[in-house]
């Protein structure tokens, strides 16, 4: 396997010296502006958020103070990065299982698993159930009249079986 590794930062500049130090009440804010935000009756599912929409729902000089750092408003205006970190963190697990199953140090066994535990998490594992058909089922779509016809039908196939025996 070769060294490259697929990452998701989220939020890099090309400044180094720019870091984001989130906090408790940062991750707090957040949370309590995108709750407030879904019950505007002015919010449309999918809108473009911007800064204007923090201002007018939250009054706090933490957040005036926070946001000078570039990186703080993408993260803040960011409402996707919770499931960015699971896929991130999916996609590392899997690369991880798959780099067990290629490593001839570990059990047979091990290997196996790890390549079970890979398609599990790929969602290529699955099996299709198959589908349960009763032969009578179909007898509740019937009209009364046909039922009592398809029962003529088979008492005479039955008696015709029961003779030849």
């Known amino acids: 396997m070769s060294d490259d590794k697929i990452t998701t930062i989220a939020f890099e500049l090309d400044d180094p010296e720019i870091k984001l130090d989130l906090?408790?009440?940062?991750?707090?804010?957040?949370?309590?502006?995108?709750?407030?935000?879904?019950?505007?009756?002015?919010?449309?599912?999918?809108?473009?958020?911007?800064?204007?929409?923090?201002?007018?729902?939250?009054?706090?000089?933490?957040?005036?103070?926070?946001?000078?750092?570039?990186?703080?408003?993408?993260?803040?205006?960011?409402?996707?990065?919770g499931k960015e970190l699971l896929l991130s963190e999916r996609d590392n697990m899997i690369r991880n299982l798959?780099?067990?199953?290629?490593?001839?140090?570990?059990?047979?066994t091990d290997r196996l698993k790890a390549m079970s535990m890979a398609?599990?998490?790929?969602?290529?594992n699955q099996k299709i159930k198959p589908r349960e058909k009763f032969l009578d089922q179909d007898v509740n779509k019937m009209e009364e009249h046909d039922v009592v016809e398809e029962l003529k039908r088979l008492r005479s196939a039955r008696e015709k079986t029961d003779k030849s025996d």
């Open 23 to 81: 906090k408790k009440k940062d991750h707090e804010l957040k949370a309590k502006f995108w709750g407030l935000l879904q019950q505007q009756p002015w919010y449309v599912d999918g809108m473009i958020i911007e800064r204007k929409h923090v201002r007018q729902l939250m009054k706090t000089s933490t957040l005036e103070k926070r946001w000078q750092n570039p990186l703080y408003g993408e993260w803040f205006l960011n409402n996707n990065t």
């Open 98 to 108: 798959i780099e067990i199953t290629q490593n001839s140090d570990e059990k047979t």
């Open 119 to 124: 398609f599990d998490m790929m969602g290529m």
